[in-house]
């Protein structure tokens, strides 16, 4: 069963920046659509970003376009998230996730993915 580990969340300044890591266990992730969402609390998950297989697609939530880059490598079975000038409303605890069935597309949506990390936290704050 594909597990997924993410990292590289923490303390930021605003207008700062951090770089997640979500590494998969097996290299059969490279044909998922790999998607990272957040959770505030007392909020619903949200869509972030996400990336097709084969890199065919990518889609940014409209509060972070611009700020934010996914990008993976598949050598290492790994897709980050590099956040850029980083806001309050950025705090959240983060997750990466697997969707098996979406043949070169990705989706902002919850349903839409089988497999999840177990989190990380982002704390954007002064």
């Known amino acids: 069963q594909l597990q997924l580990v993410e990292s590289g969340g923490g303390l930021v300044q605003p207008g700062g920046s951090l770089r997640l890591s979500c590494a998969a266990s097996e290299s059969t992730y490279d044909y998922y659509a790999i998607a990272w969402f957040r959770q505030a609390p007392g909020k619903e998950r949200e869509g972030v970003s996400c990336?097709?297989?084969?890199?065919?697609?990518?889609y940014y939530g409209g509060s972070v376009q611009g700020r934010f880059t996914i990008s993976r490598d598949n050598a290492k079975n790994t897709v980050y998230l590099q956040m850029n000038n980083l806001k309050p409303e950025d705090t959240a605890v983060y997750y990466c996730?697997?969707?098996?069935?979406?043949?070169?597309?990705?989706?902002?949506?919850?349903?839409?993915?089988?497999?999840w990390g177990q989190g990380t936290q982002v704390t954007v704050s002064s």
């Open positions: 990336i097709s297989s084969s890199d065919r697609m990518t």
């Open positions: 996730a697997a969707g098996t069935h979406m043949y070169y597309q990705c989706s902002g949506a919850v349903h839409e993915y089988d497999y």
